[in-house]
């Protein structure tokens, strides 16, 4: 069994393939974390030390005990309120506005199968596949309720943690604070790896030593957000990308979220990752629960690289849903670059006839295609078709479209508003906004109060009527900014944040069970909401509004750490690239973009003869490897942020073909070689270069490396296909 529980000493032993992580219950009702990390085989609770420190409280129940203290033993659910003055996971306000909660266990259930969450997204596995841990703690004086969740994936060396509040008092209580999962580690130096960044440049690696004092990430934008990613790695001070200890977190959820690290003043180290306390005062009557989204938590001694391959594999495989979720994904071409708003519908069918000839599946129309949106200051909220722009009905257009044997996508925003529009005009009502204040605009747009119901009802029913005017099979979901004016005029405010973002994921639901064979890639100005919440409905993110090659070498490695390269929505586009003024060559744009989704944002009428011929044939070899690319095992190569190149490999999962990938990021005179050491090969086995017909045994590919030839051009780019002999 995965989980294991020894009665006599009330000790809780989860188990995956390589990991152990271990709890107990003990004399006193409290849940004390002991260990996680490695496989081990024996009772950890030796490494509990009781001593008597200064100014650390000890409970009542210890009755004299100055050496038992909460404010230094290793907790699973640390609470404001019981003496122990680090970060919490849970502050509590209850009916006399005394913050203070003091839980203790009182039971516990074992079961078969994954833990799923109402409303919210979280991993799910067959019933032979996961076990779920549920364990019950009470505050015997107010009689709140906490209902800790553990699942377990043993084959995946993945262990999830979410939490349930309930408020079973008959006095109103305020949730002030709430996190899913909370690591405690006795002893060891650790850094912490987040991934910061802003709109157009997403998830730099960077890497901070957790000094005395807390050190913090999150976001209050309503979103998970473009400046910091919910994801982070406690590595240890020797961890590399393929040695060393480190553990990952991964938050499911698309809102506001804070993780706290922090070393305390005898060297212990304790890593929070929940919900933002800012703007998050929940409360619940009698009765109410707070379920709190999941945390994902894994561990390598292998350093990041294998546990990026157990995030990847757990992402895709227990994350994703859907008819998409296995499959090779459409290729597309996008009509944002191509012609902005400035199109109608002989110019999106232009483009379908170039999809068509260039072997491109699908057409996306994007922006401007509805209410009297020429530019982004109107009619976001008016979704009806603008048939005088198009110069058809979108039926006409769609039919045409599928007559070449192209597929047709759409673009929509449905959580926003604009002033200048009939629904704002109709209903000013449905905007979050502060009574008596004046909105703070962002791209001219105000958001939708996505927490009601009646709005997300009034939005869906609009967008299901356009949807099924035609053959639709692909919607990117947008979303244009952070959020503000933080109000409602029907929940309490203090929850509104967190009711918004469930309003949008049943918004997502509710549309995927009417159109279960709709591909739904999610955007957020890009990067803005690429987080693990929203795979759970939509199985492919687009990376970044900044499609630059360059850039995207940096952005698509900080992305890979956690997140599957299935998941990544990344184009090939023009040049000068519209972000960045920067012009590369169109092989290496196309390499960039292979390490994802793969597809077009530029307009085919507009290259030269040789180009045409160029995508034609980077399309067919996209389309070779697309399987590989998309579900293979994933190698970073180099850092791109120090090294002079950017490098990647995906490695079949029977090891039978890799596919490498190197843009050349620096060129200097006289310039030294770059020798690129490859990984996930077998060491013993041949494999032959398809280009070349060289073998190499996979021990020198790993160990020496192979040296790239110099080019002289801007950003010069290779690929190589490797195949196992025999």
């Given at each position: 069994?995965?989980?294991?529980f020894?009665?006599?000493?009330?000790?809780?032993?989860?188990?995956?393939?390589?990991?152990?992580?271990?709890?107990?219950?003990?004399?006193?009702?409290?849940?004390?974390?002991?260990?996680?990390?490695?496989?081990?085989?024996?009772?950890?609770?030796?490494?509990?030390?009781?001593?008597?420190?200064?100014?650390?409280?000890?409970?009542?129940?210890?009755?004299?005990?100055?050496?038992?203290?909460?404010?230094?033993?290793?907790?699973?659910?640390?609470?404001?309120?019981?003496?122990?003055?680090?970060?919490?996971?849970?502050?509590i306000?209850?009916?006399?506005?005394?913050e203070?909660?003091?839980?203790?266990?009182?039971?516990?259930?074992?079961?078969?199968?994954?833990?799923?969450?109402?409303?919210?997204?979280?991993?799910?596995?067959?019933?032979?596949?996961?076990?779920?841990?549920?364990?019950?703690?009470?505050?015997?004086?107010?009689?709140?309720?906490?209902?800790?969740?553990?699942?377990?994936?043993?084959?995946?060396?993945?262990?999830?943690?979410?939490?349930?509040?309930?408020?079973?008092?008959?006095?109103?209580?305020?949730?002030?604070?709430?996190?899913?999962?909370?690591?405690?580690?006795?002893?060891?130096?650790?850094?912490?790896?987040?991934?910061?960044?802003?709109?157009?440049?997403?998830?730099?690696?960077q890497?901070?030593?957790?000094?005395h004092?807390?050190?913090?990430?999150?976001?209050?934008?309503?979103?998970?957000?473009?400046?910091?990613?919910?994801?982070?790695?406690l590595?240890?001070?020797?961890?590399t990308?393929?040695?060393?200890?480190?553990?990952?977190?991964?938050?499911?959820?698309?809102?506001?979220?804070?993780?706290?690290?922090?070393?305390?003043q005898?060297?212990?180290?304790?890593?929070?990752?929940?919900?933002?306390?800012?703007?998050?005062?929940?409360?619940?009557?009698k009765?109410?629960?707070?379920?709190?989204?999941?945390?994902?938590?894994?561990?390598?001694?292998?350093?990041?690289?294998?546990?990026?391959?157990?995030?990847?594999?757990?992402?895709?495989?227990?994350?994703?849903?859907?008819?998409?979720k296995?499959?090779?994904?459409?290729?597309?071409?996008?009509?944002?670059?191509?012609?902005?708003?400035?199109?109608?519908?002989?110019?999106?069918?232009?483009?379908?006839?170039?999809?068509?000839?260039?072997?491109?599946?699908?057409?996306?129309?994007?922006?401007g295609?509805?209410?009297?949106?020429?530019?982004?200051?109107?009619?976001?909220?008016?979704?009806?078709?603008?048939?005088k722009?198009?110069?058809?009905?979108?039926?006409?257009?769609?039919?045409?479209?599928?007559?070449?044997?192209?597929?047709?996508?759409?673009?929509?925003?449905p959580?926003?508003?604009?002033?200048?529009?009939?629904?704002?005009?109709e209903?000013?009502?449905?905007v979050?906004?502060?009574?008596?204040?004046?909105?703070?605009?962002?791209?001219?747009?105000?958001?939708?109060?996505?927490?009601?119901?009646?709005?997300?009802?009034?939005?869906?029913?609009?967008?299901?009527?356009?949807?099924?005017q035609?053959?639709?099979?692909?919607?990117?979901?947008?979303?244009?900014?952070?959020?503000?004016?933080?109000?409602?005029?029907e929940?309490?405010?203090?929850?509104?944040?967190?009711?918004?973002?469930?309003?949008?994921?049943?918004?997502?639901?509710?549309?995927?069970?009417?159109?279960?064979?709709?591909?739904?890639?999610?955007?957020?100005?890009?990067?803005?909401?690429?987080?693990?919440?929203?795979?759970?409905?939509s199985?492919?993110?687009?990376?970044?509004?900044?499609?630059?090659?360059?850039?995207?070498?940096r952005?698509?490695?900080?992305?890979?750490?956690?997140?599957?390269?299935?998941?990544?929505?990344?184009h090939v586009?023009?040049?000068?690239?519209?972000?960045?003024?920067?012009?590369?060559?169109?092989?290496?744009?196309?390499?960039?973009?292979m390490?994802?989704?793969?597809?077009?944002?530029?307009?085919?009428?507009?290259?030269s003869a040789?180009?045409?011929?160029?995508?034609?044939?980077?399309?067919?070899?996209?389309?070779?490897?697309?399987?590989?690319?998309?579900?293979?095992?994933?190698?970073?190569?180099?850092?791109?942020f120090?090294?002079?190149?950017?490098?990647?490999?995906?490695?079949?999962?029977?090891?039978?073909?890799?596919?490498?990938?190197?843009?050349?990021?620096?060129?200097?005179?006289?310039?030294?070689v770059?020798?690129?050491?490859?990984?996930?090969?077998?060491?013993?086995?041949?494999?032959?270069?398809?280009?070349?017909?060289?073998?190499?045994?996979?021990?020198?590919?790993?160990?020496a490396?192979?040296?790239?030839?110099?080019?002289?051009?801007?950003?010069?780019?290779?690929?190589?296909?490797?195949?196992?002999?025999?």
């Amino acid at each position: 069994m995965a989980i294991q529980f020894q009665k006599e000493k009330r000790l809780f032993t989860l188990q995956t393939a390589h990991t152990t992580y271990q709890m107990k219950v003990d004399d006193f009702g409290f849940l004390l974390h002991l260990y996680y990390g490695g496989k081990t085989k024996g009772d950890m609770d030796y490494l509990l030390t009781y001593y008597d420190r200064g100014f650390s409280g000890n409970p009542n129940d210890a009755e004299g005990d100055r050496t038992y203290s909460l404010d230094t033993l290793p907790q699973e659910f640390p609470v404001m309120g019981t003496g122990d003055y680090r970060s919490s996971a849970l502050i509590i306000q209850n009916g006399d506005a005394s913050e203070s909660c003091d839980l203790r266990y009182l039971s516990h259930e074992i079961r078969k199968g994954k833990y799923g969450l109402k409303g919210l997204p979280a991993v799910y596995a067959k019933e032979e596949e996961a076990e779920t841990l549920e364990i019950l703690l009470q505050d015997a004086v107010s009689r709140v309720e906490v209902r800790l969740l553990y699942g377990v994936l043993e084959k995946e060396d993945i262990i999830t943690r979410s939490a349930k509040i309930v408020n079973q008092g008959e006095d109103r209580i305020i949730v002030e604070k709430a996190a899913s999962a909370c690591l405690d580690f006795v002893t060891g130096e650790y850094d912490l790896i987040s991934f910061y960044g802003r709109h157009a440049m997403e998830r730099n690696f960077q890497r901070n030593q957790i000094l005395h004092g807390s050190y913090v990430i999150g976001s209050r934008r309503g979103t998970s957000s473009h400046q910091y990613n919910p994801a982070v790695i406690l590595a240890g001070k020797d961890a590399t990308e393929d040695t060393g200890k480190c553990y990952g977190m991964v938050f499911v959820y698309s809102g506001n979220f804070m993780c706290e690290a922090e070393n305390d003043q005898f060297g212990q180290t304790r890593i929070i990752m929940g919900m933002h306390r800012d703007l998050f005062h929940y409360p619940l009557v009698k009765g109410q629960e707070l379920i709190i989204p999941e945390t994902i938590l894994s561990y390598s001694d292998q350093g990041f690289g294998k546990l990026s391959r157990q995030y990847h594999n757990c992402i895709r495989e227990h994350l994703c849903r859907g008819k998409y979720k296995d499959q090779t994904r459409p290729l597309l071409i996008n009509s944002w670059e191509a012609s902005y708003f400035d199109f109608t519908g002989e110019t999106i069918l232009n483009l379908a006839k170039e999809a068509a000839e260039l072997g491109i599946d699908m057409v996306v129309m994007d922006d401007g295609w509805f209410g009297n949106r020429e530019d982004d200051n109107s009619s976001l909220g008016d979704w009806q078709v603008n048939e005088k722009k198009l110069g058809c009905t979108l039926k006409e257009l769609t039919d045409r479209v599928n007559e070449l044997g192209v597929k047709f996508g759409i673009w929509i925003e449905p959580e926003m508003i604009s002033e200048d529009s009939v629904l704002y005009r109709e209903h000013p009502d449905y905007v979050m906004q502060i009574p008596g204040r004046k909105p703070i605009r962002a791209r001219n747009q105000l958001a939708l109060d996505f927490s009601r119901k009646e709005v997300r009802d009034n939005v869906f029913a609009q967008i299901c009527s356009v949807f099924d005017q035609g053959n639709i099979e692909y919607v990117k979901w947008d979303l244009n900014r952070s959020l503000s004016d933080i109000y409602s005029l029907e929940n309490y405010p203090g929850r509104v944040i967190y009711d918004y973002v469930l309003g949008v994921y049943a918004f997502l639901e509710k549309l995927q069970t009417r159109y279960p064979d709709m591909l739904i890639e999610s955007c957020s100005g890009g990067g803005g909401r690429f987080d693990a919440g929203m795979m759970y409905y939509s199985p492919q993110i687009w990376c970044s509004d900044n499609t630059d090659a360059v850039d995207r070498v940096r952005i698509q490695y900080g992305t890979s750490f956690f997140y599957p390269v299935s998941t990544v929505g990344s184009h090939v586009s023009a040049v000068p690239n519209h972000q960045t003024g920067r012009s590369v060559s169109l092989r290496t744009r196309g390499i960039v973009a292979m390490a994802g989704t793969f597809g077009y944002e530029l307009d085919p009428a507009k290259l030269s003869a040789k180009e045409r011929e160029e995508i034609k044939e980077q399309i067919r070899e996209y389309k070779k490897y697309a399987e590989l690319i998309q579900n293979g095992d994933y190698y970073r190569l180099s850092d791109p942020f120090h090294d002079p190149y950017g490098a990647w490999m995906f490695v079949s999962k029977d090891g039978r073909q890799a596919l490498v990938s190197v843009v050349v990021l620096e060129i200097h005179g006289n310039m030294p070689v770059n020798y690129v050491h490859m990984k996930g090969l077998e060491a013993d086995s041949l494999y032959e270069d398809m280009d070349t017909k060289r073998c190499y045994y996979g021990s020198d590919l790993m160990e020496a490396g192979m040296p790239m030839p110099s080019a002289m051009e801007e950003y010069p780019t290779y690929q190589i296909v490797l195949r196992k002999k025999g």
